[in-house]
C-alpha cells in the first residue's frame, strides 16, 4: 500500500507514477487518439467525403446516451470495488485486535505462584508462537499473492508431526485455533491460569470473533465481482473507445481538437476502470493492495513486547498526597516524554517546581509555602493513614533503569518541604 502526503497544494503527489493506473490506461487513450486525428484528415481531405460519410449529430447524440450508461456501470464497479478493499482493511484490523487482546488476557491470568514460574513460562511461549502462526495462516488464506512468505516467530519446539499435519491440513487457521483453545483448557486444569472461568471464556469469545471475522474477509478473496457484471463492463468500454474517435472525427472541425478530446475521454475512462479492477482483491502484492507482510510483521512486535517483562508488570507508582491529589494535568510531548532524559518539566500552580527528569528523583527544587486548603487535605490523610504503612518507604521508579523490585522499595520516598517563619525548611507534618 502506498503512503504519501498530499502537500500544502495537494497536487504535487499526482505526478509520481508508481501504483498508478495512468500508465495502463494511457495507451488505450493514444490508440483513441490517433485514430481519431488519422480519420479526421481522411473525411475532410476532399469535399464531400463527410457527408457520405453520415456520422453526425445523431451519432453523438447517440454516443452521449452510451456514455452515461457507461458511466454509471463504471463508477459503480469502482465504488463496489472501493467498499472491498475498505472492508478487506477492517475486517483484518478487527481479527487482529481480537486475536491479541486474547494473547494478552493470557498472559495476563497466568499464576504468578513462584512454584508454577516455570509452567508460566513454557505456556507463554508456546501460546505466543501459535497465536503468530495463526495470524500468518489467516493472511495465508486470504491472500492473493504469488507467494504467499510471511513472517513468524519461530517454532522449532512444536513437534514435527504436528507440523506435517499442520502442513497437508485443509484449512489450518482452524487447527492452529484448536490447538489454542486445546492449550488453554489443559493450562487451566494444570493451575497454570489462575483465573474465574466466567473471565476465561472472553479469551474463548474473543478466538471465536477473530475467525468470524476472517471468514468474512475470505468472501472478499473467493468471491470477485460478478462475471457477467465485469464482462459487460469491459465490453462496453471497448466500444467506447472504439466509437469515441469516429464520432469525434465527424463532428469536431479541427483536427488537434479531435484527437485532444478522444485522448481525455478515453483516458479517463481507462483509468477508472482499471483502479476498479485493481481494488477488487485488495489481498494482492500490487502497490495499492492492503500491506499483508507489514500487518504481520506489525503482529509479531506487539507479541513479543508482550512477553517482556516489563509488559508483564504493573509499573511502581510513588503515591505523594501533595503531589497527586490535586490530579494536575501538563502537557506532554509523546516523541520526547518516555526517554530518560526528555520527560518534561511540570510547574505545579502552588508554586512547586519539579523535573520529570530522573537524576531529579530524590532532590527538592524551590517550595512555595502550601495553602490552607492543601495543608487541610494532608492533615486529614495523615489522620486517616496507617501508622504501619505509612512507615514503610515509598517505591520510586526511574525510566533510565529499572531496578528490581526489592532496590525500588529500599529507596526512601522523597517529601516536599515548604518553609517556616524563620526560613528553615521543615516537613508539611510539622505544626508551625
Wanted: contains cysteine.
Amino acid at each position: 500500500m502506498i503512503t504519501y502526503d498530499p502537500g500544502t497544494w495537494g497536487i504535487l503527489f499526482a505526478i509520481s507514477m508508481r501504483g498508478s493506473v495512468f500508465p495502463k490506461a494511457v495507451l488505450p487513450g493514444l490508440l483513441c487518439s490517433v485514430s481519431s486525428v488519422v480519420l479526421h484528415w481522411y473525411l475532410h481531405a476532399e469535399p464531400g467525403r463527410l457527408q457520405d460519410f453520415g456520422a453526425g449529430d445523431a451519432a453523438a447524440n447517440v454516443l452521449g446516451g452510451f456514455t452515461f450508461i457507461l458511466g454509471f456501470l463504471v463508477v459503480f464497479r469502482s465504488q463496489q470495488a472501493y467498499s472491498r478493499w475498505w472492508e478487506g482493511g477492517t475486517l483484518l484490523q478487527q481479527l487482529r485486535g481480537e486475536w491479541f487482546n486474547s494473547f494478552s488476557c493470557l498472559v495476563a491470568f497466568c499464576n504468578a505462584d513462584p512454584e508454577k514460574r516455570q509452567d508460566v513460562v513454557k505456556f507463554q511461549h508456546q501460546v505466543v508462537r501459535l497465536f503468530s502462526l495463526l495470524y500468518s495462516c489467516a493472511l495465508e488464506q486470504v491472500a492473493t499473492m504469488e507467494t504467499n512468505v510471511f513472517e513468524v516467530i519461530k517454532f522449532e519446539g512444536l513437534d514435527d508431526e504436528s507440523l506435517h499435519f499442520l502442513q497437508h491440513a485443509h484449512d489450518r487457521c482452524e487447527v492452529v485455533l484448536q490447538w489454542i483453545q486445546r492449550l488453554i483448557v489443559e493450562s487451566d486444569s494444570a493451575g497454570t491460569l489462575k483465573i474465574a472461568p466466567p473471565i476465561l471464556s472472553r479469551v474463548f469469545n474473543e478466538l471465536g470473533n477473530g475467525i468470524v471475522n476472517l471468514n468474512n474477509a475470505r468472501k472478499i478473496s473467493d468471491f470477485p465481482i460478478p462475471f457477467h457484471l465485469a464482462q459487460m463492463i469491459t465490453v462496453m468500454v471497448m466500444c467506447h473507445s472504439v466509437i469515441t474517435p469516429v464520432v469525434c472525427a465527424a463532428t469536431v472541425s479541427t483536427t488537434a481538437w479531435s484527437g485532444i478530446i478522444s485522448f481525455i475521454v478515453s483516458f479517463s475512462f481507462w483509468s477508472v476502470y482499471y483502479i476498479a479492477v485493481e481494488l477488487e482483491m485488495p489481498f494482492g502484492d500490487d502497490a495499492n493492495d492492503l500491506p499483508l507482510s507489514a500487518m504481520q510483521k506489525d503482529m509479531n512486535t506487539s507479541l513479543r513486547q508482550m512477553m517482556n517483562r516489563r509488559a508483564q508488570e504493573v509499573p511502581a507508582f510513588d503515591f505523594r498526597p501533595e503531589r497527586d491529589l490535586d490530579m494536575e494535568v501538563a502537557n506532554v510531548d509523546f516523541t520526547k516524554a518516555f526517554s530518560a532524559k526528555g520527560r518534561p518539566a511540570i510547574v505545579k500552580p502552588h508554586g512547586v517546581f519539579e523535573t520529570g527528569a530522573p537524576e531529579a528523583v530524590g532532590k527538592f527544587a524551590a517550595v512555595l509555602p502550601m495553602s490552607s486548603l492543601e495543608e487541610e487535605k494532608f492533615e486529614d490523610l495523615e489522620n486517616a493513614a496507617d501508622p504501619k504503612e505509612d512507615a514503610r518507604p515509598s517505591p520510586v521508579s526511574s525510566f533510565k533503569a529499572w531496578p528490581a523490585a526489592t532496590d525500588q522499595r529500599s529507596r526512601p520516598s522523597p517529601r516536599l518541604l515548604t518553609p517556616s517563619s524563620d526560613g528553615s525548611p521543615r516537613s508539611p507534618r510539622a505544626k508551625p
